[in-house]
């Protein structure tokens, strides 16, 4: 058996189902937005590298990539390259 709410209450459920909600919008992590650049250079490099990586935090900070490196032995070259990437990261985030 189903139970419906009393007819008073229905004009508000419908009223409800018709609001909108507004749209939070979510900026997206460093590792998300680096996985997205495909400019050729040293961040084009470095997004392909961790497109490949499937140990790679795809939705951490430049930190959390940071780690990551430090955990896989990465060069001086690769830490350079994610602080640049963090740099045009913070840029383009504003």
């Keep these: 058996?189903?139970?419906l709410p009393p007819a008073p209450f229905m004009p508000f459920v419908q009223r409800m189902a018709r609001t909108a909600v507004p749209a939070v919008e979510?900026?997206?992590s460093f590792g998300e937005w680096l996985l997205?650049?495909?400019k050729p250079g040293a961040l084009g490099?470095?997004?392909k590298a961790a497109r490949l990586d499937r140990q790679f935090p795809k939705r951490g900070s430049a930190d959390d990539a940071r780690v990551h490196f430090s955990a896989v032995g990465a060069d001086?070259?690769?830490f350079a390259?994610?602080?640049d990437a963090?740099?045009?990261y913070d840029r383009q985030m504003r």
Excluded: F, N, Y
């Design 1 to 3: 058996m189903v139970v």
């Design 26 to 28: 979510t900026r997206a």
């Design 36 to 38: 997205k650049q495909a």
């Design 45 to 47: 490099d470095l997004a």
């Design 76 to 78: 001086g070259d690769a």
């Design 81 to 83: 390259a994610l602080e």
């Design 86 to 88: 963090e740099r045009e």
